[in-house]
């Protein structure tokens, strides 16, 4: 997290900005292109990548004209390319070097950094180093390496503005130059808010059935369904209270969690002398992707404006522990520190896919992590090969661990 740049200061007289867009056909893509085209006077777009959805690409490309476009699979790239018509110039390219080239391209000043999982981490860090304007929107690159992360914006000078609602929440919430001081600023606590998701009132005895499309089915966002799982089992705030730690320079101790399933205050930043402040406003990602993108200036960002009397009261509650023990598992790899965050999200994504394929059931997700965590003893994170060696270890135990239990 950084305070204004010379860059940003000097955005408002100087032109467009120019944006690359990791992870452009998911819903904060789509989001970032939604806001992007309404202000065709202050951005343009440099980039776009997408795994191997080339219908959706080729559609984009049409649609936005990027100067390049990049598939993270080959075949697809290739696919992609025999479709594109010469006339648009595209320029398309694959796999992880063109994620990390379009990354770090000079001609980008700005990245939407939304790849899902730990694949979004190499081209974001990328952009780190090369000193972009990073929107962080993938919350896993930050949670498997933290300080090491961390460090690379310090040293690299790059801008890292959070875009998780919550997070993005309680940077509004605080004074920008002092948002990695806690003290200096006078917080005593930062208050984390989360929906609950599909199964925050769903009889324990009754979890162990639960179907895919049942946790995909968030009651309040319209989210990837790797994201919807997370959050039906609360590690996707698990994993947003690991990052908050990194963002704000703070602890688990210092944030607490609050169910408030109405969704309408996204996060609060209580302070010493007894303010609390909160960020409102309607579950739409564009809020954030705006206040990123145009930091430190608003701009429209197409959500409507939120009606206080049709809402006509909120609700918070204390998380249940019992019924979401990722959350409880999250703190406890935090606290672990090394590579036990890095374990934790490599076993949760090996067993949210298994879970969305049929393989595992709801409530055996929180039982692959915890033996993951069990079995493979945090080391010192003391570089990105240790991290990424971490997790492809960790991803090879939860796979034969899921292969030998039964559905």
Known sequence: MTGPSSSANQYAGSGRRSVAILGATGSIGLSTLDVIQRHPDRFEIFALTASSRVDEMVALCRQHRPKVAVMADAEAAVTLRSRLPADLGVEVLAGREGL?????SAEADTVMAAIVGAAGLEPTLAAVRAGKRVLLANKEALVMSGALFMDAVAQSGAELLPIDSEHNAIFQCLPPA????MTGAGVRRILLTASGGPFRNTGLSSLAGVTPEQACAHPNWSMGQKISVDSATL?????????????????PSQIEVHVHPESI?????????GSVLAQLGSPDMRTP???????????DAGVASLDLFALG???????????????????????????????????????????????????????I????????????????????DKDRESRAFALERIGRMAV
Request: charge should be negative; charged fraction near 20%.
């Open 265 to 273: 205050i996204h996060s609060m930043v209580e302070y010493v002398d």
């Open 289 to 299: 992707i705006a206040n990123g993108l145009a930091w430190p200036e608003r701009i």
């Open 100 to 104: 990390v080239a379009v990354a770090q």
């Open 178 to 181: 002092l948002a990695r001081d």
């Open 313 to 367: 009261r909120f609700h918070f509650e204390r998380p249940d522990l019992e019924r979401f023990p990722c959350l409880r598992l999250a703190a406890e790899a935090f606290d672990q520190g090394g590579t036990s965050p890095a374990v934790l999200n490599a076993a949760n994504e090996v067993a949210v896919a298994a879970f969305l394929k049929g393989r595992l059931r709801f409530t055996d997700i929180p039982v």
């Open 235 to 251: 590690m996707n705030k698990g994993l947003e209270l690991i990052e908050a730690c990194w963002l704000f320079n703070t602890s």
């Open 369 to 388: 992590i915890e033996e993951a965590l069990s079995a493979l003893p945090s080391t010192s994170a003391t570089d990105f090969d240790v991290i990424f």
